[in-house]
């Protein structure tokens, strides 16, 4: 079972963990999820790094601890994406040596490097893990019963972009 499915149902395990922890906020109608809270949870460190445009994360190891660096110059939209899209390949990836998709000087096994240009099986998953967790399904469809039909108002609540909305909206069949 890889693939979607796999994802979604990983991405879902984090986020309820998180909702058990957080319970307060959803109840208050807040939807917005924390990735970085989520890595810390992971003790996985979260640094940002002045990267060139092409690189929105890297993931490493090194002295058996786990650092996430995050393209600081991006928008804070795309931030959050790329923590959570690096969480989906340490939940989903853990049983491989981290991935290593760039050219670069580091070794392979050191540093898995995240590129806009790059497309694999792989890269399809963690971005399904990360639209999960960033715009759960069961949330999406709660707000848009509740008649919250806005792509740029169901953005804000998930404090995600316009762009990556309209996708999740797609994929979901809403659009």
């Keep these: 079972m890889r693939g979607k499915a796999f994802a979604v149902k990983q991405a879902r395990k984090v986020l309820n963990q998180y909702r058990s922890a957080h ?5 208050l109608g807040d939807y917005r999820i924390d990735p970085q809270e989520i890595a810390d949870s992971l003790n996985i460190s979260v640094v940002p790094h002045n990267f060139s445009d092409n ?6 190891r090194k002295n058996g601890k786990l650092y996430l660096g995050v ?21 989903l990836h853990s049983q491989e040596t ?29 971005n399904h893990f990360a639209a999960e967790l960033l715009m759960p399904e069961d949330s999406v469809q709660e707000l848009i019963e509740s008649g919250v039909t ?6 804000e609540k998930f404090d995600v972009s316009k762009d990556a909305m309209q996708y999740r909206l797609v994929n979901l069949g809403y659009l």
């Excluded at 991006?74 to 923590?83: A, G, V, Y």
């Excluded at 806005?150 to 953005?155: D, G, H, N, P, R």
């Design 55 to 60: 690189i929105s994360g890297v993931f490493f």
């Design 71 to 91: 393209n600081s110059s991006q928008h804070e939209h795309r931030q959050r994406f790329t923590i959570a899209h690096e969480i989906g390949h340490y939940i």
């Design 98 to 126: 981290l991935h290593y998709d760039t050219h670069h000087d580091t070794h392979p096994s050191e540093v898995s490097f995240r590129a806009d240009n790059i497309s694999s099986f792989e890269e399809t998953e963690a």
């Design 150 to 155: 806005s792509i740029q108002e169901l953005a």
């Design 23 to 27: 319970k307060d906020n959803f109840n």
